[in-house]
């Protein structure tokens, strides 16, 4: 049985860093796609960042150059390293894996997700 629990959520001001991780367990994660999430009140869940299984990565257009996605295999642990943060950062983050790369994939596709954990950015 797949899962996937996240930490490492809190409360910022504008400009702090966090970092999140999310510790998975039974499932290999080298051999799936691994994908940040995160949904803020009244809005639709929105991808975060993605790693793909050669180690690709991708971001959304709001957070690139702020964040970065990267994974331990070993591990099973995946990290979002989150810097210069801003109040519209403010969501609950989700991980998400599916098995194979993530060529195409839309959220609906991800078969396993964690429980969130908080992001709140203060100005």
């Known amino acids: 049985q797949e899962r996937l629990v996240e930490s490492g959520g809190g409360s910022v001001e504008t400009g702090g860093s966090l970092s999140l991780s999310c510790s998975g367990s039974?499932?290999?994660?080298?051999?799936?796609?691994m994908a940040w999430y995160r949904q803020a009140p009244g809005k639709k869940r929105e991808m975060v960042a993605t790693?793909?299984?050669?180690?690709?990565?991708t971001y959304a257009d709001s957070v690139k150059g702020r964040f970065t996605i990267s994974s331990d295999d070993a591990k099973n642990t995946l990290y979002l390293q989150m810097n210069s943060l801003k109040p519209e950062d403010t969501a609950m983050y989700y991980c998400?894996?599916?098995?194979?790369?993530?060529?195409?994939?839309?959220?609906?596709?991800?078969?396993?997700w964690g429980q969130g954990t908080q992001v709140t950015v203060s100005s």
């Open positions: 998400a894996a599916r098995y194979g790369d993530c060529q195409g994939l839309t959220e609906s596709d991800f078969d396993y």
């Open positions: 039974g499932y290999a994660a080298s051999e799936y796609c």
């Open positions: 790693i793909d299984t050669d180690g690709r990565t």
